[in-house]
Nanobody, 115 residues
Framework: QVLLVYSGGGVVQPGGSLRRYCVVSGSRFSTITMAWYRQAPGKRREWVATITSSSTSTNYADSVKGRFTISRDNAKNMVYLQMNSLKPEDTAVYYC????????WGQGTQVTVSS
């Protein structure tokens, strides 16, 4: 099975920045379109960003467009999410997965934006 290992959580003030990562094991990572998702308390999981296998294309949810940047390092089997200009509504558990969300999600990484 595919194993997802996450960086630790983070707490930042509104307007701050945070960079999180996910390490993916057990897949043909370099051929797979990867994505970040998030789930806020009491809400369902939502898609945040997608990056194609060779980083040729990226896509973002409207809620994060212009503030978040997804990237990847295929040599390290890693996916990154750079989060800038953070807002309280960005508070959620963040998960990485493939574009279909078929991997086991793992524990995710908690991002808390609060003053």
């Amino acid at each position: 099975q595919v194993l997802l290992v996450y960086s630790g959580g983070g707490v930042v003030q509104p307007g701050g920045s945070l960079r999180r990562y996910c390490v993916v094991s057990g897949s043909r990572f370099s051929t797979i379109t990867m994505a970040w998702y998030r789930q806020a308390p009491g809400k369902r999981r939502e898609w945040v960003a997608t990056i194609t296998s060779s980083s040729t294309s990226t896509n973002y949810a409207d809620s994060v467009k212009g503030r978040f940047t997804i990237s990847r390092d295929n040599a390290k089997n890693m996916v990154y999410l750079q989060m800038n200009s953070l807002k309280p509504e960005d508070t959620a558990v963040y998960y990485c997965n493939n574009q279909y969300g078929t991997y086991s999600w793992g524990q995710g990484t908690q991002v808390t934006v609060s003053s």
